[in-house]
């Protein structure tokens, strides 16, 4: 899986759109034209979009910061577009038409929106801020030396576990691939299974574990995991399938915890932004863990995705989406703080605004948010969909035990390589 395409399925989806002009709404409605009711002096009209966040108050602050906005610039109206259901599909199908929102949210950066001149450099707008941001949000919105987006949060996903489970059953903090396995298969009784990933039994393990043994996904536009580290680490992934100590079709997938806040699992695979839920559910009865290296010598990993902003580059108000852009996502701290602490846990991308995030600067928030900073892996701009999805299929195959792991390997990298080829031209 891609990271945007996963948290796109974690969110419960609402719709519709309201109009915000000199700091007032004055209409909504899922077809809003945007130039309806503009008056007021607004010369010009943006349409925002955001993916439907499923955590409580994310679109009525959305529609705050557009208020904010739009009475400091009172000759820009804003339209706060909430998508509902497939996000990432109805966007990329609206950009090819004249319907194309000004700014929009995306998931895991894609470089071909860059390449392809769908979206504008936006280097002049961070300004000072820019050495502000973590390297993670700056390095994952280059191409070919320019930045094309803002990051607005870093979603960490890592291990949750349950605390007394693992006491009770003698059985220490996994460190290793093989402790993980062992953990999760000694967890597992008639009452439920030890480990829950998602409800296919993958979920981001493939990724994870090529990772985790020092293997790459994409490197300068080149396939990496058709590696021999890759391959080991991928093949390791069926001993958890053999042991039947997966969770797998549960009521709601690896991105909600209520598994493990259920005591249906004892560990799960899940996000930062779960932790209140956790908490609530848990109390401090729960640690979280990176993805253990795959074996002595590995490296530990931290899945960080998050959402970014953009600005249309075939727009007709590009200067005003940009003005936007940088009022909101580089100007507003107090806004940016607001966005990643208040609905659901999420890490600020800039490295000031983190420190003053408070609910994240102790317990498990802050070791989550150290983990990300040490582990912490992104995936790369060229991880789209036709590339993700063969190395999935392969690697569903070679977890489950179907057909020869080096050849299903070599084929998904020579198809990736193809779509990426693709992709830059």
Known sequence: MSAHRT???????????????????????????????????????LNVWYHAYGEAGTQQAAL??????????????????WVPGDYSGKLNATLLTDAAPDVFEIG??????????????????????????????????????????????????????????????????????DELAAAARAL??????????????????????????GGDLVTDGKVAFGSPQALEALTGLRRLHEDKSLLLGFTTDWWD??????????????????????KTALG???????????????TPVVRVGGWTSCVNAKSRNVDAAKKFVQWLWIQQTDLQKDWAESYGFHVPPRTSVAAGAAKLTDGAAKEAVELAAKYGKSNPGTWDTAVSSVFSAAAAKIAAGQGDPAGLLADAVRQAQGAIDKQRG
């Open 188 to 213: 597992t009784a008639k009452s439920g299974k030890g480990l829950f990933l998602g409800n296919g039994g993958l979920g981001d393990s493939p990724i994870l574990a090529v990772r985790s043994n």
């Open 64 to 81: 705050r910061y557009a208020t904010a906005f739009t009475k400091a610039h009172p000759d820009i109206a804003v339209k706060v577009t």
């Open 108 to 177: 895991d950066f894609s470089e071909s929106l860059a390449r392809r001149g769908q979206i504008a450099a936006l280097d002049e707008i961070y300004g000072s801020a820019r050495s502000d941001f973590n390297a993670n949000a700056i390095g994952g919105v280059g191409v070919d030396g320019k930045l094309y987006g803002v990051k607005m949060i870093d979603d960490v996903m890592m291990l949750y576990f349950r605390k007394s489970a693992l006491s009770r059953a003698g059985i220490a903090p996994p460190t290793t691939f």
């Open 7 to 45: 948290e796109l399925s974690r969110r419960r989806f609402l719709g519709g759109s309201l109009m915000i002009v000199a700091g007032a709404a004055v209409t909504t409605g899922c077809s809003t034209d945007p130039n309806a009711g503009a008056s007021s002096g607004a010369k010009t009209t």
């Open 257 to 278: 915890p209520s598994a493990l806040n259920q005591n249906v699992v004892p560990m799960q695979w899940c996000g930062l932004w779960a932790m209140p839920a956790v």
């Open 284 to 298: 401090e009865d729960f640690g979280v863990l990176p993805w253990p290296a795959f074996k002595a010598g590995g």
